[in-house]
């Protein structure tokens, strides 16, 4: 079978993830989607679109990358990797576990450098690729208790500027994108219940990312921030 290409989205159960996967597949893109749960993407985004693909995934487990990625190497070329899984803990450092923390950092960062580390090789050999990176205003600004989410995410901007510089003679575009507030389930439900008429659409969110990936000029949008129109909540 011929291989096609692919766009690969993370944490595309829910929230901004599930908007990408969405649009795209309603644009004629080949998607492949992968979150943990993979009965919730078989059950809402794959009878929704003949070109959308489910991969189960755990993205903190790199031999569960590698193996995942050996499978859709065979039917596919990932020519676009959206890294957008991730998980949080509204609390304050103190009261942290070792099991939140270690969740945090190994979905938001390690994850999203595997994954791009599984990706690169054939991409550099094709001279052609997309990273773009769901990341958060947070890794720019300080929320209270949100300590370790800022810096899985802020660690996650310095290796992708890195990266960029690493790859530009391969033609890869690696691009980060910052929401600010956006109306998705990592949100406990009483902060949804009040501030979800000031928050962004997932929705809204998905356009922006595909605009920026189809865009094939010689013209890159590197970093790209996103806020509701009323700023930044205040919790």
Known sequence: MEKRNAVW???ASSGIGK???MLFADKGENVIVSSRDGNE??????PKSKNIFVFPLDVSDPEQIRGKYSEIKESFF???LINNA???SFKPVVELTDDEVKKILTTNLIGAVNLTRAVLPEMIKRNLGTI???LSVAADNIFKN??????????LKTFTKILREEVREYSIRVIN???GATRTPIWPSEVLEKFADKMMSPDDVAKVVFNVFQNKSNLVEEEIVLRPLTGDLKL
């Open 9 to 11: 989205i993370t944490g």
């Open 19 to 21: 908007a990408i996967a």
């Open 41 to 46: 993407l078989k059950k809402y985004l794959a």
């Open 78 to 80: 990932v020519n676009a």
């Open 86 to 88: 991730g998980v949080t």
């Open 132 to 134: 773009i990176n769901i």
């Open 146 to 155: 949100s300590s370790v989410y800022s810096a899985s995410k802020s660690g």
């Open 177 to 179: 994108v910052y929401p």
